[in-house]
Structure formats: structure tokens, C-alpha cells
């Protein structure tokens, strides 16, 4: 099992330019998500996605959509980038939802992503 | 949202016991309390996770206070491999998110 793959791992941006962030996760999970970490920051959640076809927003939405056309797949957009977007993303699949359950989330490796 | 209080750093020797405090003294809800951690340059990784009493599992242990507003996370044998940052995560309540805060940079010297 490659478990949760993320893909680019680096990339860098204009102001202004788009981008797809794509995560794929071989493990079945139903629950998705994506996350932000700022420099010496803990993470904070973009959107979430409770299955096929459902996305939802977490703490920090604004300037990023996201679609899950494909259980498996959970894609992250940017649309005009934003130096402010400057971060590494994460993303992360579970087979269970919410601090009311043993509530183990299985991250990705990061993209780091450059806006200048 | 539940607020964390732990230290910024700690450090350990190589083989030696680490205890890992944190506070969560404004937990709300019976959900359970979950720690994960961060390696360099990875991913967050899954510790453990606790309800009400001590728990174990081949990472660490876990000790919750009876009032369930602190808890410690213990690894008994630290390894230079267990360099990290780790993340106490307080219940929310059934939310959706696992809060991260800031976490505690754990060095462990050889």
C-alpha cells in the first residue's frame, strides 16, 4: 500500500496563476481532507470531504475549491494564487470521523507550495 | 474550540523515559483525547488516543488525569528516531478537526 501519495511535492507560482493540488489514497478510506502549516505553525484544515461527491469547509477556506469526483482522489485548487498561500498542504484520509472516535488520520508527505 | 497549553521544547537522552505533559483544562464533551506527531519534513503521524483511563500501544502510553484536563503522553525508551514535534490534540466535541497547536519539539540526544 502506497497509503496517502500527494502530488507535486514542490512547486512554485506567480501571483495570480492557478494550480491543482491532487491526493490519492489507496486504503478505501471515506473521509478526506486538506490541510494548511505555516512556518513554526501547527496544521489548520481547508476542506473536508465525508465521501464520493461531498466536500465541506474546515477552518480556513477562503481562496481554495476542492473536489472528491473519485473516492480515492481529493483535489485542492488554487484559482489566483496568493503570496498569503505560501505554505506546505497535507493531505489526510480516515476511516472514521471525529474527535468522538478513535479518529486516526493518515497524512501524505506535504507539497510545498511558493507563491511570489 | 478546546485550548492546549503545552511546553515548546523538551529534550531527552537516547534511551531514557520522556514524559510529555499537556494541559487541557478548558476540554469540553466526552470525546476522546488524541496525540499525534511530526517528524522532519513529514506528515503528521498517529500516536495514541485515550477516553478516560491509562492506555497503551507499541508507540507509547498515554495517562489522563481523573478530571480528564491534562494528560501525558510517555515514551518509555526514547530513540533518535522519536525526534519530533509532538501534538496534543483536546476532544472538540465530535468535530470534524483535529486541532493542532504549535506542540512540543521533542530532541532527543544520542
Known amino acids: 500500500n502506497a497509503g496517502v501519495t500527494q502530488t507535486p511535492k514542490f512547486r512554485v507560482l506567480k501571483t495570480g496563476q492557478s494550480m491543482t493540488l491532487l491526493c490519492a489514497q489507496d486504503?478505501?478510506?471515506?473521509?478526506m481532507y486538506w490541510y494548511r502549516q505555516d512556518p513554526g505553525m501547527g496544521l489548520r484544515l481547508i476542506h473536508y470531504?465525508?465521501?464520493?461527491?461531498?466536500?465541506a469547509k474546515g477552518e480556513v477556506p477562503d481562496g481554495y475549491n476542492v473536489s472528491r469526483l473519485k473516492k480515492q482522489n481529493f483535489l485542492l485548487g488554487l484559482e489566483s494564487a496568493a503570496p498569503s498561500q505560501t505554505s506546505v498542504y497535507f493531505c489526510?484520509?480516515?476511516?472514521?470521523f471525529g474527535t468522538g472516535t478513535s479518529y486516526e488520520q493518515y497524512f501524505g508527505p506535504g507539497t510545498r507550495l511558493t507563491v511570489t | 474550540d478546546a485550548k492546549t497549553t503545552q511546553p515548546n521544547s523538551m529534550e531527552s537522552n537516547e534511551e531514557e523515559p520522556v514524559h510529555l505533559p499537556c494541559n487541557h483544562s478548558?476540554?469540553?464533551?466526552?470525546?476522546?483525547i488524541h496525540w499525534y506527531r511530526q517528524l522532519p519534513s513529514q506528515g503528521p503521524e498517529y500516536v495514541i488516543h485515550?477516553?478516560?483511563s491509562n492506555v497503551n500501544n507499541r508507540m507509547a502510553s498515554l495517562a489522563i488525569a481523573e478530571d480528564r484536563k491534562s494528560s501525558t503522553l510517555i515514551l518509555h525508551r526514547a530513540t533518535l528516531r522519536d525526534a519530533a514535534v509532538y501534538y496534543c490534540?483536546?476532544?472538540?466535541?465530535?468535530?470534524?478537526?483535529?486541532?493542532f497547536g504549535k506542540g512540543t519539539k521533542l530532541t532527543v540526544n544520542p
Open positions: 470531504s465525508v465521501g464520493e461527491g461531498t466536500t
Open positions: 489526510a484520509s480516515s476511516s472514521t
Open positions: 490534540i483536546p476532544p472538540q466535541g465530535g468535530s470534524e478537526k483535529l486541532v
Open positions: 485515550g477516553l478516560t
Open positions: 486504503m478505501n478510506h471515506e473521509y
Open positions: 478548558t476540554i469540553s464533551g466526552t470525546d476522546y
